[in-house]
């Protein structure tokens, strides 16, 4: 009696969910992604074997190749907030939509008095505007760097009161290797000044000699 054969099927898998789940993550990431804002300076940090990353909230202060000093703190409110402060102080009034604009730019590096003018220009004339910059004053007759540290460090204080010790607000120098030496020694004696005695250097990892 011969043996009955029996109908080999080839197995079939629908793929219609997979493709509509992929335009969904890929619609997701569209709508909610941010691209962060082109730095004004680009600072070639010397290199070290610290493998240890800047935590996202930090507050960082930049010296270029010229030794001038730039200035970055993210989040939106605390932006806002310590752009007020500072305005009161200088006596410089910024408005609500100058606020909101300041809140969401990158480092800057410049006078609170020539501020109020490079926010209401675009990315091109910024750029153009900030190679011409002096950078933030900071030296002992007129220390804004010193002010945008307090106000800074005062508004993430009032922002945040509960906030665990491992998410609080870290300091960080991010000096040019051909900045000089005592423009780094002055924004360290800075900082000391309002109180911050624990900052970060930011460097770039050395490659392994062995690979």
């Known amino acids: 009696m011969p043996k009955v054969k029996m109908p080999k099927n080839s197995p079939s898998l629908d793929m219609t969910p997979m493709v509509d789940l992929a335009f969904l993550l890929v619609t997701f990431f569209m709508l909610t992604t941010q691209f962060r804002p082109d730095e004004p300076v680009i600072i070639d ?3 070290s074997i610290s493998e240890k990353i800047l935590p996202d909230k930090s507050m ?10 730039f200035f970055n703190l993210e989040g939106k409110e605390i932006r806002r907030s310590m752009l007020q402060q500072m305005g009161e102080k200088y006596d410089v009034t910024f408005d609500e939509n100058e606020m909101k604009r300041f809140a969401v730019m990158t480092t800057f590096g410049l006078s609170v008095q020539q501020l109020k003018k490079y926010i209401t220009m675009d990315d091109e004339k910024r750029k153009e505007f900030m190679k011409n910059s002096g950078g933030i004053p900071y030296d002992s007759l007129n220390n804004q760097l010193g002010d945008w540290i ?14 665990p010790k491992d998410k609080q607000l870290r300091f960080a120098i991010k000096g040019d290797s051909q900045a000089n030496y005592t423009t780094v020694k002055r924004v360290i004696e800075i900082f000391q000044e309002m ?17």
């Open 60 to 69: 960082v202060v930049s010296i270029d190749t010229e030794n001038r000093i």
């Open 45 to 47: 940090s010397p290199s």
């Open 195 to 211: 109180k911050v005695n624990r900052f970060n250097l930011v460097t770039t990892l050395e490659e392994n000699p062995n690979q």
């Open 150 to 163: 307090r106000f800074g460090r005062l508004a993430d204080a009032q922002l945040n009161p509960d906030i």
